[in-house]
């Protein structure tokens, strides 16, 4: 695609043979500002071009302005060997270098009618180039937005003009829409018109705000995050809600539960009556068969075991345990608890003398151990 650009010629001075040299910043590195008609896109009223230093001051790209002529106004065409002859009025006359974002040219004006309009007025010099343009929005390093950006700068020549329309550094002479795009470098007024063409309206926080696309991209990135944000921490508080009650619901059931067993406890004296109830069972047990076994056993394995030592094994086959209680009472209702000093009296001689020996022996029979002088 074809470009101008647009700077004054400045230093100018004569040479012994007439010519005149001179010097000039032409092409610059930076964001530019184009009419989206100017370049294909008529559904943008401005593009921002970025042209990036690696691009406007690449070795290519600088050799490029070597010995390229210098023309009255912009040619309707490129500027080739076959017309160099009826366009050229000059050339750029050494290499050109960087100053600062600038290219600097050094020019020589050998056309005496050029050299008139030079020194009459016309000072304007906009350069004719070639560049790839490629539609890749983006932030310059630092941090200004663009649409496009030019690559491959090619100089086709310089052209002397009018006054810019827009400016000394603006748009170029009545004869550049000809030949290529023009860049705008708008007045205040027309800056903040050209600007506000360009920017989008978005909302935050209940307020329209003005900002470029990359802005409004910007913003709306972050009020997703914000609100993706906000939605997380309030999943998190309901999980948080429920985890909590879940948990007072745990501590509730244990509550409840440790009051049933708390309820379902044995009381003091109905520890007192169990322990009565068992040591009656126990000692009737023992009335009727001394050898039977009630350690670890329940109360109705007692029973059994008494009406099976008294009645045999067929008394308990096939029989409630209700019917066995029964057989129990009727066996220990006149049964006598054992006693060991009573028996042994009972069983005892007593035609022995009652003397040390014989009373030893009844204590020795009923199991109690007598040691004399305790």
Known sequence: MQFTDAVTVAGTRRTGDGYLVATAKCVRAGIQLYTGDELGKPEMKIVRVYRPA??????????????????IDHPTEQVTADNWKALSVGEVSTAAKQVGDWVE??????????IGQIEGGK?????GYIADFDFTAGVTPDGQP????????????LALVDKARAGSQARV?????????APITPTPEKETRAMSDALRTVVVDGLSVQTTDQGAQAIEKLQKALADSAANIAKLTADHADAVAKKDEEIGTLKADKKKLEDAAPKPADIDRMVADRVALVTAAKAVDEKIVTDGKSDAEIRKAVVTARLGDEAVKDVSEAEITGMFKALTKDAKPNDSVRDALRTQDHSIVANDAWAEGVFAAAGVSVKKGA
């Open 146 to 157: 663009y649409d496009a950006v030019q690559r491959s700068i090619r100089i086709n020549h």
């Open 173 to 181: 002479g009545d004869s550049a829409g000809k030949w290529g795009a």
């Open 54 to 71: 690696e691009e406007v001051f690449a070795k290519d790209s600088l050799q490029s302005f070597s010995h390229a002529p210098i023309t």
């Open 105 to 114: 040219l050094p020019l020589i004006f050998k056309d005496a009618a050029a």
């Open 123 to 127: 000072r304007e010099l906009s350069a």
